[in-house]
């Protein structure tokens, strides 16, 4: 592996999923090796061929895809990220990992990754602030990851409240921070 950086940036089905498109495209033009994973759900707000032409790369969005050169997808990703950031992160996506589940490309890499992990939430406010939800973002933080976010702002019902996707800059400034 040259002396690039790795970023692998996890996008689950939030409305805020177009705004990951900005990450991508930065870490890009900083010459950065990017690679896009997908879930299901995220590529109903956000297509893979938008990530693809931003990353320069093919995104994952299943990980028995044919891989000509065969290698386990979600092990190599894993073993060659430096970082790892999901943007944005669902309630369903936090509690995947904070259970340990890996039934999605997103979940199984980071779990088979040493990486540091940059959790970014971004949901409704009264799913923000469900029990469940708050202990398994606890889970995590006791797992070392780095949670930013969300914050006070236009949710997609309409209301101004806590759990819209931190800005993009302070994502990109945890991203660099770890990475360095």
């Given at each position: 592996?040259?002396?690039?950086?790795?970023?692998?940036?996890?996008?689950t089905?939030?409305?805020s999923?177009?705004?990951?498109?900005?990450?991508?495209?930065?870490?890009?033009?900083?010459d950065?090796?990017?690679?896009?994973l997908?879930?299901?759900?995220?590529?109903?707000?956000?297509?893979p061929?938008?990530?693809r032409?931003?990353s320069g790369?093919p995104?994952?969005?299943?990980?028995?895809?044919?891989?000509?050169?065969?290698?386990p997808?979600?092990?190599?990703?894993?073993?060659?990220?430096d970082?790892?950031?999901?943007a944005?992160?669902?309630?369903r996506?936090?509690?995947?990992?904070?259970?340990?589940?890996?039934?999605?490309?997103?979940?199984?890499?980071?779990?088979?990754?040493?990486?540091?992990?940059?959790?970014?939430?971004?949901?409704n406010?009264?799913?923000?602030?469900?029990?469940?939800?708050?202990?398994?973002?606890?889970?995590?933080?006791?797992?070392?990851?780095?949670?930013?976010?969300?914050v006070?702002?236009r949710?997609?019902?309409?209301?101004?409240?806590?759990?819209?996707?931190?800005?993009?800059?302070?994502?990109?400034?945890a991203?660099?921070?770890?990475?360095?």
């Open positions: 592996m040259s002396g690039k950086k790795e970023i692998i940036v996890g996008v089905g939030g409305i999923a177009y705004k990951t498109c900005e990450v991508v495209r930065y870490f890009r033009k900083k950065f090796g990017v690679t896009v997908m879930t299901p759900e995220a590529q109903q707000f956000v297509g061929l938008t990530f032409t931003l790369r995104v994952v969005t299943d990980m028995f895809a044919e891989n000509i050169a065969w290698d997808c979600h092990i190599a990703l894993a073993e060659k990220a970082c790892i950031v999901v944005p992160a669902t309630a996506s936090i509690a995947r990992l904070a259970l340990g589940l890996c039934d999605d490309i997103i979940s199984c890499v980071i779990t088979a990754s040493k990486a540091p992990v940059i959790i970014c939430p971004a949901m406010d009264n799913m923000y602030r469900h029990p469940a939800v708050q202990a398994n973002l606890k889970i995590l933080k006791k797992f070392g990851y780095e949670i930013i976010g969300p006070e702002g949710l997609a019902s309409g209301k101004r409240a806590i759990g819209h996707l931190a800005e993009i800059d302070e994502i990109i400034r991203i660099e921070k770890t990475v360095r």
